[in-house]
C-alpha cells in the first residue's frame, strides 16, 4: 500500500508569493496534519483535519491556511512568504485524530528567496 | 503547557556500541502519549514506538529498548550494537490523549546519532 505522497518534492519562491503544497494520506485514513520543520529543530504542529472539519491549530499566523477535500487529501497554503517560511513542510496521516500513530509523508522542502 | 528536552545535540558513537538517548518531558495532562521518530537523511519521519502513559513497561525491540519513567518523566531509547544505518536524527513527541480535540504531536528538537564504521 502506498504511504503519504505530498507534492511537489521541492519548491522555490520569492518574498510576498502564495504557495500551495498538497498531501495524500494513506488510503483509509481520515485524519491529516502538517508540520514545520526548520533546518536543525523539531517539527512544529501547524494544523489537523478530520473528516474536513479542522480539528486543531498550531501558534501561527493567518497567512497559513489549509483545507481537507472529500477524499481526505490536504492542501496547505501559505501567503505573503517570508525568509523564515523556508522549511520542510510534513504531512502526516492517521486513521483518526486520536489514540493512533501518524504516519509521515517525505515532505515538501519550501525555500524562500 | 506541553514541552519535550532532548538535551543531547550530536551523539557520536562507534559501531557496535550501545547508545542511549535521552527523553525528558512536561506536561499537565494525566494521560498522553509518548513516541519516537526517527529521521534519516531522506527527511521522512520513521514512526518507531508509541507508549500510552499508563503503561510503564520497559519494551524491547530487536536492538532497540525504550525505558518509561513516570516518576522523572522520562522516556529514553537505547541502541544495542549500535549499526551504521542507525545513524539519523532522532527525534522523541508527546501528544495528548484527547477523544474530542486534536492530538498534536509536540516534538522535541533532535538528537543526531552517527555511527561511525
Known amino acids: 500500500d502506498a504511504g503519504v505522497t505530498q507534492s511537489p518534492t521541492h519548491l522555490i519562491k520569492t518574498r510576498g508569493q502564495q504557495v500551495t503544497l498538497r498531501c495524500s494520506p494513506i488510503?483509509?485514513?481520515?485524519?491529516v496534519s502538517w508540520y514545520q520543520q526548520v533546518l536543525g529543530q523539531g517539527p512544529q504542529f501547524i494544523f489537523q483535519?478530520?473528516?474536513?472539519?479542522?480539528?486543531g491549530r498550531g501558534n501561527f499566523p493567518d497567512r497559513f491556511s489549509a483545507r481537507q477535500f472529500p477524499n481526505y487529501s490536504s492542501e496547505l497554503n501559505v501567503n505573503a512568504l517570508l525568509l523564515g517560511d523556508s522549511a520542510l513542510y510534513l504531512c502526516?496521516?492517521?486513521?483518526?485524530?486520536?489514540?493512533?500513530?501518524?504516519?509521515f509523508g517525505p515532505g515538501t522542502r519550501l525555500t524562500v528567496l | 503547557a506541553q514541552k519535550v528536552t532532548q538535551a543531547q545535540t550530536e551523539i557520536s558513537v562507534v559501531e557496535k556500541e550501545d547508545v542511549t538517548l535521552d527523553c525528558v518531558y512536561e506536561?499537565?495532562?494525566?494521560?498522553?502519549?509518548l513516541f519516537w521518530y526517527k529521521q534519516p537523511p531522506s527527511g521522512e519521519l520513521v514512526f518507531l514506538i508509541r507508549?500510552?502513559?499508563?503503561?510503564?513497561q520497559n519494551e524491547i525491540s530487536g536492538r532497540y529498548s525504550w525505558n518509561f519513567q513516570k516518576s522523572t518523566s522520562s522516556f529514553n531509547f537505547t541502541i544495542t550494537a549500535s549499526q551504521v544505518v542507525d545513524s539519523a536524527v532522532y527525534f522523541c513527541?508527546?501528544?495528548?490523549?484527547?477523544?474530542?480535540?486534536?492530538?498534536?504531536?509536540?516534538f522535541g528538537k533532535g538528537t543526531k546519532l552517527t555511527v561511525n564504521p
Open positions: 502526516a496521516s492517521s486513521l483518526v485524530p486520536w489514540g493512533n500513530e501518524q504516519f
Open positions: 488510503s483509509g485514513h481520515k485524519s
Open positions: 483535519y478530520y473528516e474536513k472539519e479542522e480539528r
Open positions: 506536561t499537565r495532562d494525566t494521560t498522553y502519549y
Open positions: 507508549r500510552n502513559s499508563f503503561d510503564e
Open positions: 513527541a508527546l501528544s495528548p490523549t484527547s477523544r474530542g480535540g486534536s492530538e498534536k504531536l509536540v
